[in-house]
């Protein structure tokens, strides 16, 4: 069962690192990010901070869709429009196993 002590996110993004620089980038995109947000908020993004997680992270990824379609329409290389397309799909399958965790539990069920 995790602790309903709270934490501040950023320490835990150097466990996805792991070897490749790629990552780390993406990593120090996230940081500055979570430092954007801190700065607007006036918080770090914590854990057991009040919102439900579940929720923020399924809209998190509805948003990506959006962005997504309109990077794949807007390709004018059949090659990335098709990494695109791909992308696409990994993201809704993304937001359907969110959405069915959350009806599992009980966050959400309006079918």
């Not at 309903?4 to 993004?13: G, H, M, N, R, V």
């Not at 500055?32 to 809209?59: C, F, H, P, S």
Request: charged share 35%.
């Amino acid at each position: 069962m995790p602790s309903k002590e709270s934490w501040t996110i950023k320490p835990f993004l150097k466990d996805y690192v792991k070897d490749s620089i790629r990552r780390d980038r993406v990593r120090k995109d996230v940081e500055a990010r979570l430092d954007d947000g801190e700065k607007r908020y006036g918080l770090a993004l914590m854990t057991y901070n009040g919102r439900v997680a579940w929720i923020d992270y399924y809209q998190e990824i509805l948003d990506a869709i959006a962005f997504a379609v309109q990077l794949e329409h807007e390709q004018t290389n059949s090659t990335l429009a098709e990494h695109m397309k791909r992308t696409v799909n990994n993201l809704f399958s993304l937001a359907v196993e969110a959405r069915a965790r959350m009806e599992a539990l009980e966050i959400l069920n309006d079918e």
